[in-house]
């Protein structure tokens, strides 16, 4: 007996050293740095428990204008891979630019789409092909767990085709198909599934209308009976629901899906579609 336990003992000390190695693999864990919400979503669908994800624009604040910290900073600089879109977010072109990444290691959804309208992810074609760049990358970087971020993908590509499919069924016989948004980030959709967006504000939320903009946005509502102004999250309601009392129409919630907030923290990008499909088939009477 008395041989017994200073073998134990002897192993656990042998151990322990290999333990502590593995433990701090956890430093090898592949770090994905993401510019916003819907970027965050696809790197931690495909990623799973083998990648941490992070997201540079937190919960609850509207991303267009971000501003980074010096942490963040570095953050974009460490990570294995940056998943951002240039030319919506300066501060974030900044970090890139600054941070000197090796070729491969960066996405850019800009250049994976038609992003003129620098609204993409609402266009599930848009996180199609994004889920492939990160599947690539991760498979690239990780190789050990390539099998993983290819089924992974495949999983995502597949609910977000299903989306597609949805969406177009859904908005195809519909008595209207003006939609009056909060601010203009619903381009990609209403292309993809034959809309027309009346924005209140500019691409960037901060930009507001004039008197005579918001004169002509009210004449169209009557005009076309349009039933329902459309507001958001993470902006103020407030013109939205001007423009509501003064034509009788109402207001509903039509997420850009930039960000989550307070109110949609249990939600993800495929619910947050699907509940803007239910509000656009609803306000626009589609069968
Ligand atoms: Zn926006």
């Known amino acids: 007996m008395m041989r017994i336990i200073p073998m134990k003992v002897l ?75 240039r030319h919506f977010q300066a501060a974030v072109d900044d ?29 599930p074609a848009t996180m199609v092909a994004l889920t492939a760049a990160v599947r690539d990358r991760l498979v690239e970087l990780d190789p050990d767990h390539a099998a993983t971020y290819r089924a992974n993908a495949d999983k995502l590509t597949a609910a977000l085709m299903t989306l597609d499919h949805d969406l177009r069924a859904g908005l195809a ?43 002509s946005i009210s004449r169209l509502v009557e005009k076309q009976h349009v039933t329902t102004i459309f507001t958001e999250e993470l902006v103020s309601p407030a013109i939205a629901d001007a423009i509501a009392r003064e034509t009788g129409a109402h207001t509903a919630t039509l997420d850009p899906i930039e960000g989550l907030s307070d109110d949609t923290s249990d939600q993800t990008y495929l619910t947050l579609m699907r509940q803007n499909l239910e509000a656009i088939r609803k306000a626009n009477a589609c069968s």
């Open 95 to 123: 970090a890139v630019d600054q941070a000197g990444r090796k070729p491969g290691t960066t996405i850019d959804v800009a250049k994976l789409v038609d992003a003129r309208d620098p609204h993409t992810w609402l266009d």
């Open 173 to 215: 016989h519909c008595e209207r198909d003006t939609i009056v948004t909060s601010h203009e980030a619903f381009g990609h959709l209403a292309k993809r599934y034959g809309l027309t967006q009346v924005p209140i504000a500019g691409v960037d939320p901060s930009a507001e209308p004039s008197p005579a903009q918001l004169a």
């Open 11 to 85: 192993a656990l000390l042998l151990l322990a050293p290999l333990l502590v190695a593995c433990g701090g693999s956890d430093s090898g864990t592949i770090r994905v740095e993401t510019a916003f919400y819907p970027f965050a979503y696809v790197a931690e669908q495909v990623g799973g428990a083998d990648v941490e994800v992070d997201s540079l624009t937190s919960p609850g604040v509207e991303p267009h204008d971000l501003e980074l910290r010096p942490k963040q900073v570095g953050a974009v600089q460490t990570a294995d891979l940056v998943v951002y879109q």
